[in-house]
């Protein structure tokens, strides 16, 4: 049991860290793996190369872009709180893109569900420094390679 201890100790593997990274690698697993399809689905549902090309620059851009009101919130609202808010409202963008199949639903879709990626890493951090002690910060921060 001691060697397990130590195993766990020595990842970080706490319950707030470990409930986050759970988190982690299910959404950026699931939010990896239907991205890859999006340019085609557009295609398939009738959008130009000039949406396709939109989409990605969206992509891009929004990921840049919405690091700093996250941060904001979550230092108004806490960790906690900002993490649900930014998974219901990246849920809000999954449900528009099921329930409505147009490709302009998969571009308004994206201000929601792209949402969760950049809101969510300064909340992510945040929780990181706040459950981990400082010599564990850098386990907590341990990124794997994109799949």
């Known amino acids: 049991m001691s060697s397990w201890r130590q195993v766990t100790q020595f990842l970080a593997l706490q319950r707030n860290t470990s409930l986050l990274l759970a988190v982690l690698v299910l959404a950026g697993l699931g939010?990896?793996?239907w991205l890859g399809f999006a340019p085609k689905y557009l295609e398939a549902l009738g959008a130009g190369v000039l949406i396709i090309g939109l989409f990605d620059a969206l992509q891009t851009l929004l990921g840049a872009?919405?690091?700093?009101p996250g941060g904001w919130l979550t230092?108004?609202?806490g960790q906690r709180r900002s993490?649900?808010?930014?998974?219901?409202?990246s849920l809000c963008g999954y449900l528009l893109v099921l329930f409505w199949h147009h490709w302009l639903a998969l571009l308004?879709?994206?201000f929601?569900?792209?949402a969760w990626s950049g809101f969510s890493l300064p909340a992510t951090f945040t929780l990181i420094a706040t459950s981990l002690t400082q010599h564990q910060h850098t386990m907590g921060v341990l990124k794997p390679p994109n799949l």
Not at 83 to 89: Q, R, T, V
């Open 31 to 33: 939010e990896r793996f």
């Open 65 to 68: 872009l919405y690091a700093y």
């Open 75 to 77: 230092d108004r609202w």
């Open 83 to 89: 993490l649900m808010a930014f998974s219901a409202l």
């Open 108 to 110: 308004l879709g994206s």
């Open 112 to 114: 929601l569900f792209l």
